[in-house]
């Protein structure tokens, strides 16, 4: 027989075990959340995907230790469009205002609007953006030298460490939680897309203080030696260096999760390069052979190294999923003179795709794709239909929640590497214009304007005529089928009309 004594101790053992599993259960930690973005990285400017000419092991770390998509997509084919449909789940064409923004336009998420980093708040994550914002900021005329709002922190972020649009773009300064960072009160910001202010010297009137050529209207103010979109007067303490923004960001990234590391985190890391003006640190320029623009596709690639070392040394990368992509497809020469075209040799940053950043063929959606996750994600090639909107729904379920919208489809498992079955039908867009993915299938409709933009010298994919593509059999987009197979086509644009509306131009 058992003697009470030894009964006691039975008893307590099994009690202190049961409290261990319990705090053991309370205490789990949830996994982090990453999202790496890139800004005009082009399908074919990876390794991984294909790229010969540059060198790019740490995007090609991730795409070949976890699910790398080849029929990955933003929504859009220019940056704001991409940023929202990313954050909200919805398509930007429901929004008349989803357009590339100037550095003034006001919020485009409205603030009662669901967004990603909303939810994973609500499922107990800290959630920062570091990095580009181009969604607008304020309600309308924006006083700079106040704490700008609304912004990231009144759509779902906890932290914010951003520019508000473009590197092109003024204002050239860095914004913390709706403050400009290093801003001297007594040297005041102001910032107009309309007109000069008195006395500011411009890349028309004072080309001898440029270090960087412009063309295509990026001649107004001049920051660094570098001319701008838009006009910009004081606030000289707290300009940006270009030079210097990567490291600038990878650092504020790196703080954001050491201070954190000790609770659920998301991090939305918005990189950005490759896009104009490419400002290579010392260290990186010539490194590619491709010019800047290659310099600067080499410098993501290190800052997303140094990123990964991080989580790392602080034991985080086998508790965090990261999502690597860009927001549309590839440019080359888009508004300066840095030799993009003359020193791309062999290099083909659209891969086997038809067109580019702009376009609604294939090299403005489709771009890099990757999930991640160490010990988790198993690595495979996944030909599965995805789209960076479908980020919402599946992350929310990732995180217990059940919240979604109308857009995004939960393809959590896709995303994880457990299943084929991604979308069957996307609607692609670009300025305004949109196309029909169903299946193989892309069915663009006929639209007025130029087939070739002058500027970028990008095919934009206009035609008088309707267009379709088999993209299994046609991938580079050379067999028009809308005249052979009019059954097929019919069926494209009933289905586009079912979701896009009759009135979709």
């Known amino acids: 027989m058992l003697t009470k004594n030894v009964l006691k101790v039975i008893y307590g053992v099994g009690m202190a075990g049961l409290l261990l599993s319990c705090a053991s259960e309370k205490t789990e930690v949830k996994p982090n959340i990453v999202v790496i973005y890139l800004d005009d990285l082009g399908y074919g400017d990876v390794g991984a995907y294909g790229a010969t000419e540059l060198k790019t092991p740490n995007m090609d770390k991730l795409a070949e230790g976890g699910v790398r998509f080849t029929n990955g997509y933003a929504s859009s084919a220019t940056c704001t469009p991409s940023r929202y449909a990313l954050l909200t789940g919805t398509y930007p064409w429901r929004n008349k205002d989803a357009k590339i923004l100037p550095g003034t336009a006001p919020l485009l998420i409205k603030t009662n609007q669901l967004t990603l980093p909303k939810i994973l708040k609500e499922q ?15 309600e309308g005329h924006v006083d700079w030298n106040q704490r700008v709002s609304p912004g990231p922190n009144e759509v779902g972020f906890d932290y914010s460490y951003i520019m508000a649009a473009t590197q092109d773009r003024v204002p050239t300064v860095y914004i913390q939680n709706g403050n400009v960072a290093g801003l001297d009160p007594a040297d005041p910001i102001e910032v107009s897309y309309k007109e000069n202010f008195e006395g500011e010297p411009t890349a028309i009137d004072h080309p001898e203080m440029l270090k960087m050529n412009w063309n295509d209207g990026h001649n107004n103010s001049i920051v660094n030696g570098i001319p701008r979109i838009g006009y910009m007067k004081g606030g000289k303490s707290a300009h940006w260096v270009d030079e210097d923004m990567a490291d600038h960001f990878l650092e504020k990234a790196k703080a954001y999760v050491k201070d954190h590391k000790n609770e659920p985190f998301f991090l939305y890391y918005a990189m950005q390069q490759p896009h104009v003006p490419r400002t290579p640190h010392p260290r990186f320029v010539g490194k590619s052979g491709l010019g800047p623009r290659g310099d600067v596709i080499m410098e993501a690639d ?4 140094e990123f990964l070392k991080t989580l790392e040394e602080e034991a985080l990368l086998e508790n965090t999923l990261i999502v ?11 508004g300066y003179d840095d030799y993009a075209v003359e020193k791309l040799g062999k290099h083909t940053p659209w891969g086997p795709l038809r067109g580019g950043k702009y376009s609604l063929f294939e090299a403005g959606t489709r771009v890099p794709f990757v999930t991640y996750w160490k010990g988790k994600i198993e690595p495979k090639v996944s030909d599965a239909m995805v789209c960076q909107m479908d980020l919402l729904s599946s992350l929310a379920k990732f995180t217990g929640s059940e919240l979604s919208t ?17 979308r069957a039908k996307l609607i692609i867009e670009a300025a305004g214009r949109t196309a029909l993915h169903h299946g193989d299938w892309l ?10 933009s002058v500027n970028v010298n990008i095919e934009l994919g206009n035609s008088k005529d309707y267009q379709l593509y088999n993209l299994k059999e046609d991938i580079g987009q050379q067999n028009n089928l809308a005249k052979s197979n009019p059954e097929k086509l019919e069926e494209m644009v009933k289905v586009f009309k079912e979701i896009r509306g009759e009135n979709y131009k």
Request: hydrophobic share 35%.
């Open 124 to 138: 107990g994550y800290h959630t920062g953006i570091v990095g580009k914002w181009h969604l607008g900021l304020g």
């Open 324 to 334: 690597f992509s860009s927001d549309n497809g590839p440019v080359l020469d888009d």
């Open 443 to 452: 069915m663009i409709p006929p639209y007025d304007g130029p087939a070739v």
């Open 302 to 305: 290190w800052c997303i190294g």
């Open 406 to 422: 109308q857009d995004s489809e939960q393809l959590l498992d896709v995303f994880m590497g457990k299943s084929e079955k991604g």
